[in-house]
T-cell receptor, first 109, second 111 residues
């Protein structure tokens, strides 16, 4: 089945650093989403993108919808310990979402 | 308002046994989904429902069945469990497809 490729697979950073991660697909999507999963819980929606080239922020998080519609990017500025978790991208395909493989983020004080 | 709840939280099965996972939501959502999460594989859609009485296959439906007899409940069945079905199972529901609300997960081990 189709899956979205995320990189990097994992990141170990120090508190205060900025973080960048991306998601790529061989198919075009008209909607890109970013979810975060904290340890022991289900994913929660962070940001939704609906237009190619769109740049959307949610606090310290900024996501971009790639102009080719085959990729998306997520940046986290000035990371804090509570940013720890797995970040998933997802593309909408008809009446369902296709999720990426995830980027695991660890933040050290 | 409990959101999405899943029963049970943990389960250990022997190969060949059957079980049913229950998902319940109190948000009056039309859409409900069952995913499995495996290390390095992200979330993969097993089955989903776009409304009461409807079901559809997702990416990895083999070995699973589902039913949506009531709008608020979505059941996932394993008729004959296999070790390859060891995973964490998440249920989700949504009003619009993009914003899915996930349950806390069920950790299933098949020995």
């Amino acid at each position: 089945g189709q899956q979205l490729n995320q990189s990097p697979q994992s990141m170990f950073i120090q508190e205060g650093e900025d973080v960048s991660m991306n998601c790529t697909s061989s198919s075009i999507f008209n909607t890109w989403l970013w979810y975060k999963q904290e340890p022991g819980e289900g994913p929660v929606l962070l940001i939704a993108l609906y237009k190619a080239g769109e740049l959307t922020s949610n606090g310290r998080l900024t996501a971009q919808f790639g102009i080719t519609r085959k990729d998306s990017f997520l940046n986290i500025s000035a990371s804090i310990p509570s940013d720890v978790g797995i970040y998933f991208c997802a593309g909408r395909q008809a009446d369902k979402l296709i999720f990426g493989t995830g980027t695991r983020l660890q933040v050290f004080p | 308002n409990a959101g999405v709840t899943q029963t049970p939280k943990f389960r250990v099965l022997k190969t060949g046994q059957s079980m049913t996972l229950l998902c319940a939501q109190d948000m009056n959502h039309e859409y409900m989904y069952w995913y499995r999460q495996d290390p390095g594989m992200g979330l993969r859609l097993i089955h989903y429902s776009v409304g009461e009485g409807t079901t559809a296959k997702g990416e990895v439906p083999d070995g699973y069945n589902v039913s949506r007899l009531k709008k608020q409940n979505f059941l996932l069945g394993l008729e004959s469990a296999a070790p390859s079905q060891t995973s964490v199972y998440f249920c989700a529901s949504s009003y619009i497809i993009d914003e899915q609300y996930f349950g806390p997960g069920t950790r299933l081990t098949v020995t």
